[in-house]
């Protein structure tokens, strides 16, 4: 189903056609009104049109409105120097609605179907996802649900860190103690003491190089014990995926591994390659570094990796986008891996779009980068189980009766939504300052707030015992009121903005357009009488849209809605 904005732009753009046959007018440039009371839509194509034309902008929007089809408007005005406002009238956004009431994307656009590849968390084994993988997971989850929502095959790519020296540093360490891993909090411990070791003593260092070469090599004795290790660290990034409820396949670095010495003979045989200081590199124009695609022993590195991985993606993948997301201080590199790629020929931007989605910090109180009282790093999984504690106190004052079962599944659902939607709330590419109190308020632009707009929505059809099931059927929405008006607008604005999310990567936009319509709903219901009213069946229609889109949207957001909070 196409989105309101587009139907709007093919409606006045054949209209200026008509008033204009033979010109090269082009489409016509259309954006919503900024404030409602102007209208619902705005055309600006006057004031473009008349540098080509060479006639008042005043005078082609007098053309343009006289060629509309008038049905669809209850009010078209020009304005200022020749921009023309207009307001659909209410039969047509009705209709509009209930067609996006039955369309399995709500109203939204996917389009041609694309294969979108989205690397995100991307945590290094042996090491704890920590605070600082919360923003990659959380984003990358939500525009992984965006783009599968919308109809396109998503794969989901963890980049896991699983290859280079600190295997060679750990098993070095293994062998020596004859220690085996048993959790993910041990193996950091022994992590810290082999990287003293490997710092402070020199055998211990060429050691460990010789084990990251024999592992490197393929011996199978080694490659038992770095499977062991990524093993135990895979137990435990899992603990907090299913506890975030994130899919994520793993495709780590080892995988790429066999096609780094492709990657550099490829880029000798085509001339790209120069030696510096006995490193083999790639120079980019625009870049002061260049990329060092193999090191002077002969070792290979991150950017090895990544044109490794780009290359497989546009070859083997077969993506038609890819989307990679980590802190903005990466920027630049990906930035180095998007334009060798291009200078390498691999990547064709008429044919794959790439994307580095950066996003800034998370910060404490004091606005530092968020720390433990210790000053250490906090876990993830202790911020996350903190989160769920505070939901859970916040739950049992507000359903002191309700079963202990069903206080975990809302503490639970509550707890990682308000996490989730904090962060998603934030413009990615900004700071933002971590506050339990502030994402778990009932007031505001919350995840409390619009799970209890949820729960509000779907108590309003019980209170009213209809059968919603033949509503569904019998009913028609029919907009009257204002604020009927301006909810179903707004309703049926929901697929622009998932275009503009999918443009743009910013997951802000939807949760504004959902802060928005839960603000909306709660002006229609002060309104407009639902229960006991002549029209309690068109306004249950809308009800029950708007508990769909609702619901949609925080799915999208990677929230689980409830029932009752």
């Given at each position: 189903m196409e989105t309101l904005l587009e139907i709007f732009r093919q409606k006045v753009s054949e209209s200026?056609?008509?008033?204009?046959?033979?010109?090269?007018?082009?489409q016509a440039d259309v954006a919503p009104c900024l404030q409602e009371e102007f209208g619902h839509?705005?055309?600006?194509?006057?004031l473009r049109l008349s540098k080509i034309l060479q006639?008042?902008?005043?005078?082609?929007?007098?053309?343009?409105?006289?060629?509309?089809?008038?049905?669809?408007?209850?009010?078209?005005?020009i304005a200022g120097p020749g921009f023309i406002n207009f307001t659909f009238s209410p039969e047509f956004l009705s209709k509009q609605l209930q067609a996006a009431l039955?369309?399995?994307?709500?109203g939204a656009f996917s389009g041609k179907k694309e294969r979108v590849l989205v690397e995100f968390s991307s945590p290094n084994v042996a090491k704890e996802l920590h605070v600082g993988h919360i923003r990659s997971t959380i984003i990358g989850d939500s525009l992984a649900r965006l783009f599968e929502f919308l109809g396109h095959d998503v794969l989901r790519l963890n980049h896991i860190g699983d290859w280079g020296t600190q295997f060679g540093m750990l098993i070095a360490y293994m062998q020596e103690t004859g220690k085996k891993p048993t959790d993910l909090e041990s193996l950091m411990e022994w992590y810290r003491a082999a990287k003293v070791r490997f710092d402070a003593d020199p055998e211990f260092k060429k050691r460990a190089q010789k084990e990251v070469v024999?592992?490197?090599?393929?011996?199978?004795?080694?490659l038992a014990l770095w499977k062991e290790i990524c093993d135990v660290s895979r137990k435990g990034f899992q603990e907090i995926y299913d506890l975030l409820g994130v899919r994520i396949t793993e495709r780590g670095e080892s995988f790429y591994n066999p096609y780094l010495p492709q990657i550099v003979e490829e880029l000798t045989q085509k001339g790209l390659i120069q030696i510096s200081e006995g490193a083999k590199c790639l120079f980019l124009d625009g870049f002061q570094i260049p990329l060092m695609v193999q090191k002077t022993d002969g070792g290979y590195n991150y950017d090895t990796t990544d044109l490794a991985a780009i290359r497989y993606r546009i070859f083997v993948d077969k993506a038609d986008r890819i989307i990679v997301i980590t802190d903005n201080g990466q920027a630049p590199h990906f930035h180095m891996i998007f334009a060798a790629a291009e200078k390498a020929g691999w990547l064709d931007s008429t044919k794959t779009r790439v994307d580095h989605v950066g996003f800034g910090l998370v910060l404490?109180?004091?606005?530092?980068?968020?720390?433990?009282r210790s000053g250490t790093t906090e876990k993830l999984i202790d911020l996350l189980l903190e989160a769920v504690t505070r939901a859970r106190t916040l739950l049992l004052e507000r359903l002191p009766d309700a079963p202990a079962s069903e206080i975990d599944h809302l503490a639970h659902a509550l707890g990682i939504g308000a996490i989730k939607y904090a962060d998603l709330s934030c413009h990615r590419t900004k700071d933002y300052t971590f506050s339990y109190d502030r994402m778990l308020k009932f007031?505001?632009?919350?995840?409390?707030f619009l799970l209890y707009a949820y729960v509000r929505i779907n108590g309003i059809k019980r209170k009213t015992h209809a059968n919603m099931e033949e509503i569904l059927v019998q009913a028609r929405i029919a907009l009257h009121h204002p604020s009927e008006i301006a909810l179903g607008l707004h309703l049926r604005r929901f697929g622009e903005v998932l275009e503009l999310m999918a443009r743009d990567l910013l997951p802000n936009r939807l949760t504004d357009y959902l802060y928005a319509l839960a603000e909306k709903f709660n002006l229609f219901f002060r309104d407009?009488?639902?229960?006991?009213?002549?029209?309690?069946k068109p306004r249950l229609v809308l009800c029950e849209l708007t508990a769909r889109i609702l619901r949609q949207g925080l799915e999208i957001l990677g929230l689980q809605v409830v029932n009752r909070m």
């Open positions: 200026i056609e008509k008033a204009f046959a033979g010109t090269a007018c082009g839509y705005q055309c600006n194509s006057p006639v008042p902008p005043r005078a082609i929007a007098e053309k343009i409105v006289d060629q509309l089809d008038r049905s669809l408007y209850s009010k078209v005005e039955f369309d399995e994307r709500l024999r592992l490197q090599a393929g011996e199978p004795a080694i404490g109180p004091d606005g530092k980068k968020f720390k433990t007031e505001g632009n919350t995840a409390t407009c009488r639902v229960e006991g009213s002549p029209e309690e």
